[in-house]
């Protein structure tokens, strides 16, 4: 096995110029960087593959591709791509281990060791790219649930929180951390709540929005829900469900109308000017 390695070591010249060609020639994400600068990756890489194949514990080239795959999907290359490249690499492995390694027994326990090798990077590399994809993942659903929790301050010391869509446990607490954090920074004496656009109430739901009061007026402000259509009035009585504590107004308008009440304002009609 040394001797077939340190062969080897003579034939890495060979290994990387086959390797970079095809790779160069024959994968899109490779061929709009310059086949010295593929060449310089294949040599980099192969080096650290031979020295594993003589390893009792094989990581260097399942480490340099750990960073090359981070590299390249930050740059926008496939995933598919860096895999293909591999896959050529292993391919003119086992041709130079054919024509150059005469025993069979030999010839397959290095085209079982190059396997070995070349698997222990893919699955490095799968979990770089798993790790990246969630990091994404997390990334787009925190941005989604920013986007569909506005907070809008109407007027100084009131703030109006416009829910759409279906309310779970995870996107109530994003509700109530924002929520808090915009009554702290806005130093918002009412809240409105507007439920309009959220299509069903049940216990759960409505468990969130009595948390939500709950929170909003330990920081001594005070909520007000509007929206409840006649079909959610109905199902909230027939499910026994119990708004305790919140003040309830038909529509936004009134809700708008009732928090200026609480601060001693109101909207009054702008007076005709003389003429």
């Keep these: 096995m040394s001797y077939n390695v340190e062969h080897f070591r003579e034939l890495l010249p060979t290994l990387v110029e086959r390797s970079a060609k095809r790779i160069h020639a024959e994968l899109e994400g490779y061929r709009d960087i310059e086949l010295s600068q593929v060449q310089t990756l294949a040599n980099n890489s192969l080096t650290q593959f031979i020295e594993d194949l003589i390893a009792d514990t094989p990581h260097r080239f399942a480490e ?7 590299q390249r999907l930050q740059a926008g290359i496939p995933l598919d791509s860096v895999l293909q490249a591999i896959e050529i690499a292993e391919e003119e492995v086992q041709k130079l281990v054919q024509e150059h390694v005469d025993d069979n027994d030999d010839q397959i326990k290095l085209i079982i060791r190059t396997h070995h090798v070349v698997r222990s990077a893919v699955v490095s590399m799968y979990r ?9 993942l997390e990334a787009q659903q925190s941005a989604i649930r920013e986007l569909s929790t506005p907070i809008v ?3 100084e010391g009131i703030l109006v929180l416009p829910l759409v869509g279906s ?3 995870s996107r109530a ?13 806005n130093q918002a004496d009412v809240v409105i709540m507007d439920i309009t656009g959220v299509p069903v109430i049940d216990t759960g739901v409505a468990n969130y929005l009595l948390q939500a009061a709950r929170a909003v007026r330990l920081l001594g402000s005070q909520v007000v829900l509007v929206g409840i259509s006649a079909e ?4 909230i009585v027939q499910l026994g ?3 305790t504590g919140l003040t309830t107004r038909s529509n936004l308008q009134a809700g708008i109308e009732y ?7 109101a909207i009054c009609e702008q007076a005709p000017e003389a003429e």
């Design 64 to 70: 340099f591709w750990r960073k090359i795959t981070e």
């Design 128 to 136: 770089v790219y798993e790790a990246l994809y969630n990091n994404l």
């Design 173 to 185: 607490a994003t509700i109530i951390e924002q929520l808090l954090e915009a009554i702290t920074l």
């Design 167 to 169: 309310i779970d446990s």
């Design 232 to 235: 959610i009035a109905q199902t």
């Design 153 to 155: 301050p109407i007027h």
């Design 241 to 243: 469900i119990e708004l």
């Design 259 to 265: 928090a200026l009440s609480l601060l001693n304002l």
